[in-house]
Structure formats: structure tokens, C-alpha cells
């Protein structure tokens, strides 16, 4: 079974009454919700806990890391960014949502600004499918509308994705990447863009089930990890028989 850990930040929740009317127990619990339904392990994580909730024991049993931040990026202790970022290497699954773009593991795994253009206007968005052949877009339709987002609009600063799923158009004109991949060392990456915290974004089926692709996509690549480092000639190597 799929073991999937739901980071979320868990401030918007606590601090504000709007949204904490739409996630009453917070967006990582709506989350790990859908995840159960679907099939997964799921357990979560949030930034007040100790170690971020994201200790060595917890991300050693993490096929997959949910990432969902905002208001409090900063405050992410650079040693368990370090941590999260080991694990990616190593095969560790991670799937980054909304605003967590902006956060220090993806900004870190990246190595650009990944900055962008966006609005809070409570825009009509539609989402369009432009990989079909793609598994996270596997039982998605050709596309399908969210009727209140915040918009995200390029120029958005990354590196070239490995694959682009999704592009997405908002109603006052823009358009945004906003279903990406990429790998880093044996771990796979999935951006997803929709999810702003005032809207009941996690609560339609399409994006859920696309999240639930997500992670069973970045959940795929878990390999035997290369040994690096000094290294004997093959002929030196016990069991060869190379000479």
C-alpha cells in the first residue's frame, strides 16, 4: 500500500474564518481524506509540530510527501528542508500544491526563483489536459473548469519540465503551467497548481483524482539508491569477473 504523508503548514486555518469554514480541520486533513478513500496510507504532518512533524522516521516510511504552504515558507527550519530534500534523491515522491511553489523545498529542488504573476480576483479557470498519454491525467477529461481560483500566469520561473499535463487558462486572460514533472536524482516530482486556501478547491472530483495520479505517478520510482564515492576497480570487486 501506498504510504503518502500530507505536509500542510496549517496557519490559514487557525488565523482566518473563511477559510476556516471550508477546512474546518485543516487542507491536510482534507487531503489525507480523499487519499484513504482512493486506497492510500495517509498521514499528516504540520509546521508547528516537532521537526515539522517530518521527522527521519516519518519520511523513511513516505513513498509520496504532499507540500502545501503559504503564509509561513520562512519559518521552515533548513535542516528538515534538507532532510525532505535527501529523501527526494533517494526516491522519495513529492507533490507540490498551489503556493507551495514558493516553498523552500521546491525553490531548492529547482534552483530558480519560481516566481510568477497572480491574482486574487475569484476567477473562472479551466483546465485542459495537454498530455493525455500521461498516468496522472488517466480518468481526467479533456478538461474541466474550477469556477473560483486565484490565478497563477506566466512567465512562470522554472527550470524546462520534464513533462507539462496540464495547462491552464484563467478568465481575464492568462495562462499558467499548472501541471508539471520533473525528476530529481530517483525521485519524481508533480507541481499542481489549483488549491488556494478561501476556495473549496480539494473538494471537486477532478482534482482530486488528479492528485490521487499524482502520487501514485511520484510513488513509482522507489529504486535501489546508487552507492557514490571512492570506488574499487570492477576486477578488485569480490563475485566480478571482470579483468
Known sequence: ???VTVWNEFRHEKENEVVRNIYPDGIHMQIASFLKEAGYEAQTATLDEAE??????VLAKTDCLIWW????HDAVDEEIVSRVQKHVLRGMGLVVLHSGHMSKIFMRLMGTSCDLKWREADERERLFVVDPTHP???GIPESFELLKEEMYGEHFDIPAPDETVFLSWFEGGNVFRSGITYKRGNGRIFYFQPGHESYPT???EWVQKVIINGVKWCSENRKTYPVY???KPFYAIEGSNEK
Open 69 to 72: 504552504g503559504h503564509m509561513a
Open 229 to 231: 564515492g571512492n570506488q
Open 1 to 3: 500500500m501506498i504510504q
Open 52 to 57: 515539522h512533524g517530518l521527522t527521519e522516521e
Open 136 to 138: 496522472i491525467a488517466e
Open 202 to 204: 480539494y473538494y471537486n
